[in-house]
């Protein structure tokens, strides 16, 4: 027992000894300065260069051999009114000097710092930043009407971070209205807002970057093109079967795989429009609409059961074609289609697969793929009875000459029904 009591309390003094160690030792790393120590010397002006470009500057200088010296600063006017910062430790000898609103010569001050925080006389030099991308991409701004709304694009050439604001007179008051702010940096931006009534309204655009600098701002007066939903219920898998399509469905029985699956509206469902034969990519499935339609876009949900979104057996690659024959041969070139669509699935984050964020599970809640005029596709809105899928590829890697599946949870086709 008088042993048990010796081995507790000669634990509980080791423990009361590190503790105490370790706080000495941390009471030793604070570091001390010399209040009374005068300022550090100013930057050489002859050790300063300037390295200008769009919207920022960047300062390279040599700091001085002073052992009181913390950072150097400097201050500018980014814009009118608007006073800025910059600040560099002794380790470093740059300052990167951004958010100017515009292009031109601009005063800046460098001061070096002290650890006590005094401050050495200021030396100026002069920076001249070229046009800042949220100017320079504004020139390119554009907004059209589509179908049930606007979408609109620019030019990043730079690839900032930039905002569109988009707003609407939507009830002809005068008053414009914030529909929705976009934020991208990509080389190619691409914004649209769905959800509006197909009569005239007015709208505004202007760009934005991070640090509040506005471009010009862009009017337009569009009409939305008219569209809905094509409902679900006059929808039917095409038969006779093409030679091309997929029926796996047929080989494995019963109504699993069946491609009405695809528009039973029960999401999470799934749908394999793969093979377990000897099928290869590309193949396709063809689908008799049961009235006259032109096409908006397509909306695609992953199924759960399958892999889910951006990953497994998820369409990748994929056309789409049309035919407003009624009864359409099996040839896709010059037959009896036409393609109305060619898509790529793009994962949110830009992650490769499979290493995926939350956000890129959103493909449960629908992928959306717009119908758009090309080069190769003149015009995709032509009067169709049929749309069949050619797929070429998952998001598991395979593509033209693999055999695979593919996995749909549910397709929702957006449009005007057209009158002959």
């Given amino acids: 027992m008088k042993y048990r009591i010796y081995r507790i309390l000669t634990s509980a003094v080791m423990v009361i000894m590190t503790i105490l160690f370790f706080a000495c030792a941390e009471e030793e790393r604070i570091t001390y300065y010399d209040t009374d120590a005068t300022a550090p010397v100013s930057l050489d002006p002859n050790s300063v260069s300037v390295k200008n470009l769009a919207g920022k500057s960047v300062i390279k200088y040599q700091a001085p051999n002073d052992a009181n010296l913390l950072y150097v600063k400097a201050v500018y006017k980014s814009a009118p009114g608007v006073t800025r910062e910059a600040r560099a430790s002794l380790f470093v000898d740059t300052l990167l000097l951004d958010g100017f609103n515009a292009a031109g010569d601009h005063t800046v001050k460098l001061f070096c710092?002290?650890?006590?925080?005094?401050?050495?006389?200021?030396?100026?030099?002069?920076v001249s930043p070229s046009t800042p991308p949220v100017i320079e991409a504004f020139p390119s701004l554009e907004v059209n009407a589509v179908f049930g709304g606007v979408r609109g694009n620019y030019q990043n050439l730079h690839e900032s971070e930039l905002k569109v604001y988009l707003l609407a007179d939507t009830a002809n008051t005068g008053r414009y209205e914030l529909l929705r702010a976009f934020v991208s940096n990509s080389r190619d931006a691409r914004f649209l807002y769905l959800g509006l009534q197909a009569k005239e309204a007015r709208f505004a655009a202007y760009l934005q970057d991070r640090w509040g600098n506005r471009s010009d701002t862009l009017f337009q007066t569009l009409t939305?093109?008219?569209?809905?939903?094509?409902?679900?219920?006059?929808?039917?898998?095409?038969?006779?079967?093409?030679?091309?399509?997929?029926?796996?469905?047929?080989?494995?029985?019963?109504?699993?795989?069946?491609?009405?699956?695809?528009?039973d509206n029960e999401n999470p469902a799934n749908w394999n429009a793969g093979t377990i034969g000897d099928a290869v990519f590309p193949f396709t499935t063809?689908?008799?609409?049961?009235?006259?339609?032109?096409?908006?876009?397509?909306?695609?949900?992953?199924?759960?059961?399958?892999?889910?979104?951006?990953?497994?057996?998820?369409?990748?690659?994929?056309?789409?074609?049309g035919s407003n024959v009624n009864t359409p041969g099996d040839a896709l070139t010059g037959g009896d289609w036409t393609l109305l669509g060619d898509f790529v699935s793009e994962i949110p984050s830009g992650n490769a697969e499979p290493t995926q964020t939350d956000k890129d599970q959103g493909m449960f809640d629908g992928e959306v793929f717009f119908f758009e005029p090309s080069e190769r596709i003149p015009d995709p809105y032509l009067p169709t009875q049929f749309i069949r899928f050619r797929f070429l590829g998952t998001w598991n890697g395979m593509g033209i000459g693999d055999k695979n599946a593919v996995f749909i949870g549910e397709l929702d086709v957006w449009g005007q029904e057209y009158n002959n």
């Fill in 113 to 126: 710092v002290g650890k006590n925080e005094k401050t050495s006389e200021a030396i100026e030099v002069t």
């Fill in 224 to 263: 939305p093109d008219f569209e809905v939903e094509i409902d679900k219920d006059t929808w039917s898998y095409y038969s006779p079967y093409l030679d091309s399509d997929c029926h796996v469905w047929l080989e494995m029985g019963g109504n699993l795989y069946h491609p009405s699956r695809m528009w």
């Fill in 286 to 321: 063809t689908i008799k609409l049961g009235k006259t339609v032109r096409l908006s876009h397509i909306t695609i949900y992953a199924a759960r059961m399958w892999g889910g979104g951006y990953t497994g057996y998820t369409p990748k690659l994929f056309e789409v074609y």
